[in-house]
């Protein structure tokens, strides 16, 4: 895919005949972008964003954050994308070309015979499954670098299809494919949170990163977990920060930082939420 890059950053990595492409960019509203999709099958995941693409002056469709799309076709295309907001979209995107198809026996099935009409053999989007997003979001947040980052990667792209190929062996239907339950949605965010408490990502990212809007992610997590999901967050900082100073690893000051949070602001919702600043716990447990 040959993205039109001038403010986005990218990496594209070679696993067997394949093509893994991955990264962000920053657009403002109403901005333009076109892409080349070659000749084969085209997986892409869009993370978050909102975006209409106009593929090869043929059809139109609209994705939105947490959307995936399945493109074939039998000659390169012109995809033209426009986005309905400013935003930092991020996007996975794995090409397989018509000799890697071959070997999973998809030449027939997916791209089509050479007599086909329309370049574009067959487009359909959906919603990926909580097992994908997690996959595609490994993807963009990989820290190795080098060789190991390579190797991983390669990885993780194989993952995806396999996945992939996996739901249309079984004759899923990309609804039911993609479709996780809200419940699995919901213990996903509160595990990226208990992971990433620290500096934890806005209520979009992560409504972006499970598959589920806002609107649906602060409403279910309240009802599921009993609190917000800021108060969640909060009350991971401070029992980390509590035990850290309970077991003489941190003052106070390193606790507050160690968690985010500045010392002034550290102590008074600790007070606020174990009733008793958090210097008085110190001097209690290491007198």
């Known amino acids: 895919m040959d993205e039109n890059r001038a403010a986005g950053q990218y990496e594209t990595v070679r696993v067997a005949d394949m093509t893994l492409t991955s990264g962000r960019s920053q657009v403002r509203q109403a901005d333009r972008t076109r892409s080349v999709s070659s000749e084969g099958l085209s997986l892409g995941i869009l993370m978050n964003a909102s975006v209409d693409v106009d593929f090869d002056n043929r059809r139109r469709e609209h994705f939105a954050a947490a959307d995936g799309f399945l493109l074939s076709c039998r000659e390169p295309i012109e995809m033209l994308h426009v986005f309905r907001k400013a935003s930092e979209p991020r996007i996975v995107f794995l090409h397989i070309p018509p000799e890697a198809l071959d070997s999973f026996g998809w030449a027939a099935n997916v791209v089509g015979s050479p007599a086909a009409p329309d370049a574009i053999l067959s487009l359909r989007s959906w919603k990926p499954n909580s097992s994908l997003l997690t996959v595609a979001q490994q993807i963009m947040d990989c820290r190795y670098t080098g060789s190991v980052r390579e190797l991983y990667l390669q990885g993780k792209a194989l993952e995806l299809l396999s996945m992939t190929l996996n739901s249309l062996d079984q004759g899923e239907s990309t609804s039911s494919m993609s479709i996780a339950s809200r419940t699995e949605r919901l213990i996903a965010a509160r595990d990226i949170l208990l992971a990433e408490y620290r500096t934890p990502p806005s209520l979009d990212v992560l409504s972006s990163r499970v598959g589920i809007c806002t609107t649906a992610l602060t409403s279910g997590f309240r009802a599921m977990f009993g609190m917000s999901v800021t108060d969640f967050i909060q009350n991971q900082r401070l029992e980390h920060a509590r035990l850290a100073i309970i077991e003489g690893r941190l003052s ?36």
């Open 252 to 287: 106070v000051s390193q606790a507050a930082y160690s968690v985010g949070l500045s010392p002034a602001y550290f102590s008074t919702i600790f007070r606020r939420r174990f009733g008793e600043p958090p210097s008085k716990v110190l001097r209690r447990h290491h007198r």
